[in-house]
């Protein structure tokens, strides 16, 4: 008996990397639901070689099997009945209600989509719990830190080391980083990502949300949860223990290892697709403290955390909103964190305990960001 996979945007570089490591496993699982933004032209691929039963499209017309259209076919897809592990990889905040929907039925999350946990994490983890879902980390950070402590029991988990690459501009002063192009922000040295994430990487915006998501996902304080900057990215986290000794889960740069062990948790199954680890071939490993005069919207990001409540909220959509507008060549990559402290001075935090109170200061920060990002 197969167990049915449905993967929420399918087109983007999650999907298409899980629906690799999917090819390598079908005696174990099939793919009943594909969702996709826009990409209807690798969608339609992908319908005709997995034929799953629901296809959605939600910016656009439908598939050609099933009906799903519009955002609500994010929903409908990680509801499927025959669905019992949802792949959310859909970029941004647009996640959110399709995980909430889906851990209310009972499907495992395997998340890929660290906003769900950053701007409604307390939510999230509540109807977890609630509704008999589960939620596995696709992250490799946090897909190393659940390798290193499953098994153990709560209590002997002391401390997480989660490290980030630096992204292309380590090196670079911060008046230079600050008018950096399109071009080079997309140029990450280790990790092929969508364009999102990999300015999110520049900017360690992206190590900013994953210490929210361990937060949430693993229990630990904030003070608890430190990064640092390790441009290999050949170890994915360290974990430490009461006792003071020390895990780390290693393994090249990869997104279908983290794949997999989402899917399959807490087992481990066989791949010869992914890349065998050589520690010759890896050479020499580094680490450094985080920048912080490099790296400003890092700082910002664990301010917001430790104020609680909407204040994450608010981070991660000031961030979207100010990527979008930089991608589109709208404002300076300086700005970015600009945007982001100007509206975290103005947003006034509530209770991020219910969706409707997410949602308005979501849509509250993101209406500021537009204003502020460009004036």
Known sequence: MTVGVAILGSTGSIGCSALQVLARQRDRFRVAALTAYSNVDLLERQVAEWKPEYVGLVNGGKGERGKGKGTACLVEAATHPDVQIVVNAIVGAAGLEATLAALKAGKRVALANKETLVMAGELVTRTAREGGGEIVPIDSEHSAVLQCITGRRPGELARLILTASGGP???????????????????????????????????????????????????????????????????????????????????????????????????????????????????????????????????????????????????????????????????????????????????????????????????????????????
């Open 169 to 375: 501009f380590r090196t670079w002063t911060p008046e230079r980083v600050a008018g950096a192009t399109v071009d080079e922000a997309l140029r990450h040295p280790t990790w092929k990502m969508g364009k999102k994430i990999t300015v999110d990487s520049a900017t360690l915006v992206n190590k900013a949300l994953e210490v929210i998501e361990a937060h949430f996902l693993f229990g630990l304080p904030y003070e608890s949860v430190d990064v640092v900057v390790h441009p290999q990215s050949v170890v994915h986290a360290f974990v430490e223990f009461v006792d003071r000794s020390v895990l780390a889960q290693v393994g090249f740069p990869t997104m279908e290892l983290p794949i997999l062990y989402a899917l399959t948790h807490p087992d481990r199954v066989p791949d010869a697709g992914v890349r065998r680890f050589d520690p010759v071939a890896a050479g020499t490993l580094t680490f450094e403290p985080v920048d912080g005069a490099l790296y400003p919207a890092y700082g910002l990001g664990r301010a917001a955390a430790a104020v609680g409540g909407t204040a994450a909220t608010a981070f991660n959509a000031a961030n979207e909103v100010a990527v979008t507008l930089f991608l589109e060549g709208k404002i300076r990559f300086g700005r970015i964190a600009d945007t982001i402290a100007r509206v975290l001075e103005a947003h006034h935090a509530t209770d991020a305990g219910s969706l409707a109170a997410v949602l308005a200061a979501d849509a509250d920060a993101r209406r500021l960001a537009r204003e502020v990002a460009c004036s």
